[in-house]
């Protein structure tokens, strides 16, 4: 059985690749599997992930075949909300480079992730409430959070798709590149995140992403932790010479 998600691992970042483009990335249960074997990955040792699509398409939504069959104990499993959430609690950021339809459970994947990049072919939106049901794995509440509510509620409610220039303008996408620049789009975006301090990046990212109530004592535990780093005491004296010698 060829894998569903290829994962191609380097020192600093790591590449997941959606490997279904005969059904145009359809995410099923073994998907699914190798995701959250991805993320068992990432969360040992955490690295920058990217996220893409073989054949010209990120994901076209879950696979309808398989949807069609599943009854009320697999929705209340969280089959697909479970791993996207998980996507998004992976310890440091996380890129999704969207080229043709993210569409469905596919927008949710993108959703998920810290960054998105698109093409001029990039169409992405949730299309479940004309299929009967609804869109459950993130995209109800974690798109108005990126969007605005009236731009989610005509996406989750009336079917709008987006375009590429139509999610660059809400900023649902941070960039627009052709399709054959996307990956080193994405890898100029990760060598950006790379060049910071990991440690203050995965704290950042924790203190980000963490419920008002904790704050303001979760940023100050925080900022202690890295107080006392090595990486705060060279990456500072370094910039201090540099102020000294006029650079």
């Not at 969360?43 to 069609?68: C, H, K, N, S, Y």
């Not at 995209?139 to 509620?153: N, Q």
């Not at 060598?191 to 990046?201: E, G, K, Y």
Request: hydrophobic letters at 45%.
């Amino acid at each position: 059985m060829s894998r569903a998600v290829v994962v191609e691992e380097a020192e600093d970042r790591v590449v997941l690749r959606l490997n279904r483009p005969e059904v145009r990335n359809a995410i099923d249960a073994q998907m699914v599997g190798e995701l959250h074997e991805a993320c068992a990955l990432l969360e040992e040792r955490p690295r920058v992930a990217l996220l893409l699509g073989e054949g010209g398409t990120f994901a076209a939504g879950a696979d309808i075949a398989q949807l069609r069959e599943r009854r009320r104990e697999d929705a209340l499993r969280g089959i697909n909300s479970s791993i996207f959430d998980r996507i998004r609690r992976l310890p440091m950021p996380t890129i999704g480079l969207l080229d043709g339809y993210a569409l469905g459970g596919g927008a949710e994947l993108a959703y998920a992730c810290d960054f998105r990049i698109g093409t001029p072919r990039t169409r992405i939106g949730n299309p479940e409430p004309g299929l009967g049901i609804l869109a459950a794995a993130g995209a109800s509440w974690r798109l108005a959070e990126l969007v605005g509510e009236p731009v989610a509620k005509e996406v989750l409610l009336a079917g709008r798709i987006l375009d590429a220039a139509e999610a660059l303008d809400v900023r649902l996408v941070s960039e627009v590149v052709e399709p054959e620049e996307l990956l080193a789009a994405g890898q100029r975006l990760a060598d950006r995140i790379a060049a910071q301090a990991p440690l203050a990046v995965r704290l950042t990212k924790a203190v980000f992403h963490a419920p008002r109530e904790a704050h303001p004592l979760l940023d100050d535990v925080a900022q202690a932790v890295l107080f006392e780093t090595e990486d705060k005491q060279q990456r500072m004296t370094a910039f201090l010479e540099r102020k000294k010698e006029g650079r």
